[in-house]
């Protein structure tokens, strides 16, 4: 049974115009990642929660927003979506208690045409 | 900043044969170490997770080590078989930022038949 979801499996969105990602999990974890990951490039961290406490990196853009209503869910809001935006859209998740691994989600494919 | 290093970007070798993959990392302050497998187009799955106190880890055909004064960890896979073809990566979490994880850019690995 999964246990990351992400929707929609494949995304297509028209340059500019917003786009929302959703990523739930069924683990009940405190930390909640999303990470960026481009045609044979390592993934990249965007931001993480440790339960409601949001961390963004330094070098994400503007552009990019998230939203953690709750445990569950997590949603990546991207503004406005440029070509260079087309990526592979992990979400991960970690209990946040000790050492434990993460679990990923199948990620959303974005297009952007 | 933690980089993180797999060599090679790329193995092709024909099935039954033993192999090991590379990953090498330049902070030694970690928590973990982390072996995902990435099938094209999909999300990543864990393979094995090396604590920092932790000399090696095994599951089946695959066996990872780690050597943490070196900055050096490697993912044995024993009888290689076709489904393993797929893209290896390591990530490593550092003390540092210990929220998140650092990968590498993985090595794709293909089994011939």
């Known amino acids: 049974d999964a246990m990351v979801i992400q929707n929609p499996r494949y995304q297509v969105t028209q340059f500019g115009k917003p786009v929302t990602l959703s990523c739930s999990q069924t683990?009940?974890?405190?930390?909640m990642y999303w990470y960026q990951q481009k045609s044979s490039q390592a993934p990249k961290l965007l931001f993480h929660?440790?339960?409601?406490?949001?961390?963004n990196e330094a070098d994400t853009p503007d552009n990019f927003q998230s939203r953690r209503p709750n445990t569950s869910f997590c949603f990546l809001d991207i503004r406005s979506p440029g070509l260079g935006d087309a990526a592979m859209y992990l979400c991960?998740?970690?209990?946040?208690?000790?050492?434990?691994?993460?679990?990923f989600g199948s990620g959303t494919q974005l297009s952007v045409l | 900043k933690q980089e993180v290093t797999q060599i090679p970007a790329a193995l092709s070798v024909p099935e039954g044969e033993n192999l090991v993959l590379n990953c090498s990392f330049t902070?030694?302050?970690?928590?973990?170490l982390q072996w995902f497998r990435q099938d094209p187009g999909k999300g990543l799955t864990s393979l094995l997770l090396?604590?920092?106190?932790?000399r090696e880890q095994t599951s089946g055909r695959l066996n990872a080590s780690l050597d943490k004064s070196s900055g050096r960890s490697t993912l044995y896979i024993a009888a290689s078989q076709p489904g393993d073809s797929a893209t290896y990566l390591c990530?490593?979490?550092?003390?540092?930022?210990?929220?998140?994880?650092?990968f590498g850019q993985g090595t794709r690995l293909t089994i011939n038949p």
């Open positions: 090396i604590q920092s106190s932790q």
């Open positions: 902070d030694s302050a970690i928590y973990n």
């Open positions: 991960a998740t970690r209990r946040g208690t000790g050492n434990e691994k993460l679990f």
């Open positions: 990530a490593v979490r550092g003390i540092q930022g210990a929220q998140k994880l650092v």
């Open positions: 683990l009940n974890h405190n930390v």
């Open positions: 929660y440790y339960d409601k406490d949001f961390n």
